[in-house]
């Protein structure tokens, strides 16, 4: 089976995708610093018990494992935006897009080379990609003199800035308002990314802005955990309790029941609340949640009670994911 044929026929993506239509051609190759994987098995064969039920692998760049973004919001958008992930505690969108991410990951071997480096396979991953794509997709000294380090930016000026690059300018802005300005942007842009709600969040309650902290802490946990990239949970957790203290009234009770589990048995009944009330879907967030938390998305149960709503919701995509993981 083609990944192009899973991704159509089992996850419901467009035929004409252009981008489904160039992950077949790129299987097995290398562009860059990424090499992707030979085939359909081959993908499954590297699913691990960490990757989220909504990550598919299809590559690895740089001892990170590269995958595309599947959540219920990217279906029913048709989204095929790129992860990167290292684990499942640090993953974050690297790409809009497949060509989004190609183009990004040719201008980051353009940057050593204009660094200095001797990269003999950059012409051939230039040509790969230009027989993909198209003709023109990636020219060579057309995007000005840039090191490797500004190879996001690059890409951004065509493609759109990816939820990485708006974390890393704002980690790296000195300006306060600006630091919240580039946030606020890529919130609006990606509204499912939660590590912009974390950076928000804590870089509010560090300058005593506690309502604003609260209400960026409580939209956060609407959002699924793998997204919080180089956040520490309990850390964040810690500090959202503390701004429960001082402003209680920006909290919602949802916020208020992630912030009050202190054990096992706590978090178990917690997770399962939405699905007692009939909430599936935020029953199966949950879930997925608590399969955050153990480090574990094969935990049987667990696992089978993602199966069980998911059949309860119709999501044949999702029991299509999780068939994956049965035979992997």
């Known amino acids: 089976m083609y990944i192009s044929e899973f991704l159509r026929h089992q996850i419901g993506f467009q035929s004409d995708s252009s981008d489904l239509q160039a992950l077949d051609k790129l299987a097995g190759s290398s562009v860059g610093n990424v090499t992707f994987y030979d085939s359909f098995d081959d993908c499954v064969a590297h699913i691990q018990p960490w990757m989220p039920i909504y990550f598919f692998p299809i590559g690895s760049e740089s001892g990170f494992e ?52 001797s990269l003999p396979s950059f012409e051939a991953s230039v040509s790969l990609a230009n027989r993909i794509f198209c003709k023109d997709f990636y020219q060579p000294g057309s995007y000005g003199d840039f090191i490797s380090e500004e190879s ?3 890409a951004s000026k065509i ?23 580039i946030l606020q942007e890529g919130i609006a842009a990606e509204p499912g990314c939660m590590v912009l709600y974390t950076d928000a969040a804590e870089s509010y309650y560090k300058f005593k802005n506690y309502e604003q902290a609260a209400q960026m802490l409580v939209k956060s946990l609407k959002c699924f955990h793998h997204t919080a990239y180089s956040t520490d949970i309990e850390k964040y957790y810690e500090m959202g309790r503390a701004l429960l203290q001082i402003v209680p009234e920006a909290f919602s009770e949802e916020a208020i029941g992630y912030l009050n589990i202190t054990d096992d048995k706590e978090r178990v009944l917690f997770t399962g609340e939405p699905y007692q009330d009939g909430n ?31 059949s309860e919701l119709g999501w044949k995509w999702a029991l299509a994911l999780c068939d994956l993981r049965s035979s992997s």
Request: with cysteine; glycine share 6%.
């Open 66 to 117: 590269i995958g595309i973004h599947l959540r219920p919001s990217d279906i029913a958008s048709k989204r095929f935006a790129i992860i990167r992930a290292l684990d499942e505690s640090a993953m974050i969108e690297v790409g809009l897009s497949l060509d989004h991410y190609i183009f990004r990951c040719l201008a980051t071997y353009e940057g050593y080379v204009n660094e200095g480096d």
């Open 152 to 154: 996001e930016e690059v």
């Open 159 to 181: 493609f759109g800035k990816s939820p990485f690059l708006y974390h890393e300018s704002a980690l790296f802005e000195d300006d306060v308002q600006n630091k919240f300005k």
């Open 280 to 310: 599936l879907v935020e029953g199966a967030k949950r879930l997925c949640d608590l399969c955050h938390y153990m480090g574990n998305y094969n935990n049987n149960i667990s696992f089978n009670a993602l199966k069980k709503i998911y």
